[in-house]
């Protein structure tokens, strides 16, 4: 979906770097996401937040953290990366009071 | 906490073929979503499924929510190419909060000519 944004679209780290993803969205929506998605395992949530005073763990959250700056921006950081966080992350938002999301276009990081 | 399998995990037809996946939740669930992720791609929402025995139809594609919302189906009569993808089920427990949703692993589909 085009209002949901997603940047970097690719990036190559080494472990033990800081890394921060982010996510913009212009739809408007109050809830918003961090997926990570590795082959066979579907989608996993990292966390979510439904309002900027909101910030929720999902299922697999030791490693990283978010930051909600605005309703629109929403953003996921790794301290330190290491290897087997190298999987492909998406963004996703939903409006209130729906349960339908829509995911930007994903970011591909690759931890080495 | 709640499950959601998602059965199989590969499936490879030749055109014209039909394509089912099945989706099982551990949990009665409020709703069940579909979603289709094109190679390279992002998930992208194809329908919403709320009431007990619900059938949708969507052109070839045919969406059924079991009776006692705890498992579904996606049904692809006669495939084209262009229905290659994963397919993924997400469903919200009864009692979960609005908008967290648990994803089933997927169904990637290939389609040969």
């Known amino acids: 979906d085009a209002d949901v944004t997603q940047t970097p679209r690719n990036r190559i780290t080494k472990t033990g770097k800081r890394i921060m993803l982010e996510c913009s969205q212009t739809?408007?929506?109050?809830?918003m996401y961090w997926y990570r998605q590795d082959p066979g395992l579907g989608l996993r949530l990292i966390y979510y937040?439904?309002?900027?005073?909101?910030?929720n763990k999902g299922e697999i959250s030791d490693g990283y953290s978010v930051s909600r700056q605005a309703q629109a921006k929403f953003s996921l950081s790794l301290e330190s990366a290491i290897p087997n966080q190298t999987a492909l992350y998406f963004c996703?938002?939903?409006?209130?009071?729906?349960?339908?999301?829509?995911f930007g276009p994903g970011t591909r990081l690759t931890v080495l | 906490g709640q499950q959601v399998m998602q059965i199989p995990q590969y499936q490879h037809v030749q055109e014209g073929e039909d394509f089912t996946t099945y989706c099982n939740s551990s949990t009665t669930l409020s709703n069940i979503q579909w979603y289709k992720q094109r190679p390279g791609g992002h998930p992208v929402f194809l329908i919403q499924?709320?009431?007990?025995?619900e059938v949708k139809k969507q052109k070839r594609l045919t969406f059924q929510f079991g009776e006692a919302k705890k498992n579904s189906s996606l049904h692809i009569t006669a495939t084209q190419t262009t229905d290659v993808g994963t397919y993924f089920c997400?469903?919200?427990?009864?009692?979960?909060?609005?908008?967290?949703?648990?994803f089933g692993r997927g169904t990637q589909l290939t389609v040969w000519p």
């Open positions: 996703a938002t939903t409006a209130g009071g729906t349960d339908t999301q829509y």
């Open positions: 997400a469903g919200r427990d009864r009692g979960s909060t609005l908008g967290r949703l648990y």
């Open positions: 499924l709320v009431k007990s025995g």
């Open positions: 937040s439904f309002d900027v005073k909101d910030i």
């Open positions: 739809k408007g929506h109050d809830r």
